[in-house]
C-alpha cells in the first residue's frame, strides 16, 4: 500500500495516482496544466486562486524554453530543480499523500515525466483582507495594525517586532479533513520547556477531523470537558503589538490559520486585569486604570446580588445608604425586574451583531432609551433597577475579554435566583461556587487559574497588578 503512494519514473502511473486522489475532474478550481519541458511531458497541479500567476508564468517561460539536452545533463529530479526551478521555496516530495495536502493547501506541484518525485513550489497567494486595527481591541495611541486569517501575514508581523533569533516559529498541522496550519510561538531562552513539550505533544496526539470554529474549536479539543464552567482558560488577541509582549515576557503564542484571534498561553484570571491602553500611557495612569478595572469587575458581579439582598433586608441597611432603597414599588417584583432586564440587554446586544453597521449604534441606543423610559413610565420597573443595569451594562466593556464578561454575567444571575430563593443563604451559596468553580478552572498548560495568588509568586503579582516602567522588566 506505501508503494503504490509513493512516486516512481514511469509518468502515467504517478499522473493517475494524483489524479485517483485528487479528481480535478470534479472541481473546477482544482486545475492540472499538461504541457511540456525539454520534450518530455509535465503537469502542473494547483488551486486557482491560490496560486500567483504572475509567478507561475514567469517559471513556466524559462522552463518551457528547455531542450532535450538540457535535461539529460541533469538527470534527477533533484538536479532538475537546484538548476532550473528559479523560485526560492522549493521542495521534493516523494509521498503522494503528502503533495495532495500541500497542493490543497496552495501550494503548486509539478510532475515531470522521467522524474521519481513531484516538484513543490510555494507560490500561493491566499485571499485576504487588509491589516487595520481590531474592531474589539482599539488604542488611542501607539499601532493600529492588527492580524488578519493568514497565518504567514500574522507571524511576519510579530517577527517586525522581534527581530532575535531566539524568537521560534513551529509550524503544525492539525485535522484530518481541515489540515488546519498552526504556529507555536515563543522566545527558547524565555519559555518554560516542559510546558510548552507538553502543549506540543497534546496538539500533535489531537485525532480530529476539521476546526471549523478554529482557536475555539482546538481550545475544546485541547480543555479537558467542563461544560459547566463560563471561565475562558485562554487569553485571546488581535494585536500584533500586544502579543509580541506577551512572547516576550516568556508566553506561548498559538497563531492559526483562518483566524485574525491568537491564542496565548499561559494565562489566568488575573491576567485580565491587563490592557494594551496600560502601556501606551505613563505607568502611574496605567496602574490607576488596572485598579479602575479591577474595581469594576468586582461590581458587574457583586452590584445587583448586593443590592437585592439590602432591599429585601432593609433592617441591615445603614443610616448612610438609606438612598439605596426604593423610592416607589413597581408592579413587577424586583427580582423579575433584574432577571428580564439581563435578558433585554442580551436580547438589544444580539439585535446589534445581525443590524447592518450604518444602523446599529442608533438601534442599540435609541432601543434601550424607549424600552427603558417606556417600562417607568408604565410602572413595571422602577428607576432604581434601570440605573443599575444600565451602569452594568456600560461597566461590561471595560472588560477586553468577551468570554470573561459571560461569565461574570452567568454568576451574577445564578447570585441573584439564589439571593431570591434562599435570602442571605443564598447569597452565601452563590459566592461560594463562583469560588469554587475559580478554583476547580484548569488552563491548557495546567498552570493555576488563581496563579500567581496560588501558588503565590510576590513578583508575578506585582507586574499583573501595577505598571511598572518598561525599564524595570528589562534583565
Not at 25 to 51: H, P, Q, V
Not at 237 to 260: C, F, Q
Not at 276 to 294: A, C, E, H, K
Not at 371 to 391: I, K
Amino acid at each position: 500500500m506505501e508503494k503504490e503512494l509513493q512516486f516512481t519514473s514511469d509518468y502515467d502511473q504517478n499522473i493517475q495516482k494524483m489524479d485517483s486522489v485528487l479528481h480535478p475532474e470534479r472541481s473546477f478550481d482544482l486545475i492540472n496544466r499538461k504541457f511540456k519541458i525539454g520534450g518530455r511531458r509535465a503537469t502542473l497541479y494547483l488551486i486557482d486562486g491560490f496560486a500567483q500567476d504572475e509567478l507561475l508564468e514567469k517559471i513556466l517561460e524559462y522552463n518551457m524554453k528547455l531542450t532535450p539536452e538540457d535535461l539529460k545533463e541533469y538527470p534527477t529530479a533533484e538536479q532538475f530543480a537546484d538548476k532550473y526551478i528559479t523560485h526560492v521555496e522549493t521542495t521534493l516530495l516523494r509521498d503522494v499523500r503528502k503533495a495532495v495536502v500541500m497542493i490543497l493547501s496552495g501550494t503548486v506541484g509539478l510532475v515531470v515525466e522521467g522524474f521519481d518525485a513531484i516538484i513543490m513550489m510555494d507560490a500561493k497567494s491566499y485571499p485576504f483582507r487588509g491589516v487595520q486595527e481590531p474592531e474589539s481591541d482599539r488604542v488611542l495611541r501607539g499601532s493600529h495594525d492588527g492580524f488578519t486569517e493568514v497565518l504567514i501575514f500574522n507571524t511576519a508581523l510579530i517577527r517586525r517586532r522581534i527581530r532575535d533569533s531566539d524568537l521560534v516559529m513551529e509550524y503544525l498541522q492539525v485535522g484530518t479533513s481541515s489540515h488546519t496550519d498552526m504556529a507555536l510561538c515563543y522566545l527558547n531562552s524565555q519559555v518554560n520547556q516542559k510546558m510548552l513539550k507538553n502543549l506540543r505533544e497534546r496538539i500533535q496526539k489531537l485525532n480530529v477531523k476539521t476546526l471549523t470554529m478554529n482557536q475555539e474549536s482546538l481550545a475544546e479539543c485541547l480543555m479537558a470537558p467542563q461544560w459547566f464552567n463560563p471561565f475562558p482558560q485562554v487569553r485571546y488577541s488581535e494585536r500584533p503589538d500586544a502579543v509580541a509582549a506577551s512572547i516576550a515576557e516568556g508566553n506561548i503564542v498559538l497563531v492559526m490559520d483562518n483566524t485574525s484571534s491568537v491564542m496565548i498561553l499561559p494565562t489566568s484570571l488575573l491576567c485580565f486585569v491587563q490592557d494594551t491602553n496600560d502601556y501606551y500611557f505613563p505607568p502611574i495612569v496605567g496602574t490607576y486604570l488596572r485598579f479602575v478595572r479591577m474595581f469594576v469587575f468586582l461590581l458587574t458581579i457583586f452590584l445587583t446580588p448586593i443590592w437585592y439582598l439590602l432591599i429585601q433586608n432593609p433592617d441591615i441597611i445603614p443610616p448612610w445608604l438609606s438612598f439605596i432603597q426604593m423610592a416607589e414599588e413597581a408592579v413587577v417584583p424586583v427580582i423579575a425586574q433584574l432577571l428580564v432586564i439581563e435578558f433585554v440587554i442580551d436580547a438589544l446586544k444580539l439585535a446589534s451583531l445581525n443590524t447592518p453597521n450604518v444602523l446599529s449604534n442608533s438601534f442599540s441606543i435609541v432601543g434601550a432609551l424607549v424600552l427603558g423610559d417606556f417600562a417607568v413610565q408604565a410602572n413595571w420597573f422602577s428607576t432604581e433597577v434601570v440605573l443599575y443595569m444600565a451602569f452594568i451594562a456600560i461597566a461590561t466593556f471595560t472588560q477586553p475579554s468577551f468570554e470573561l464578561s459571560w461569565a461574570f454575567k452567568l454568576f451574577r444571575l445564578v447570585t441573584l435566583i439564589l439571593t431570591a430563593l434562599l435570602n442571605y443563604w443564598g447569597f452565601a451559596a452563590g459566592v461560594l461556587l463562583l469560588v469554587l468553580t475559580i478554583a476547580a478552572t484548569k488552563t491548557l498548560t495546567g498552570r493555576d487559574y488563581l496563579y500567581p495568588l496560588i501558588p503565590f509568586n510576590w513578583n508575578a503579582l506585582t507586574s499583573l497588578l501595577v505598571r511598572k516602567p518598561i525599564t524595570k522588566k528589562q534583565p
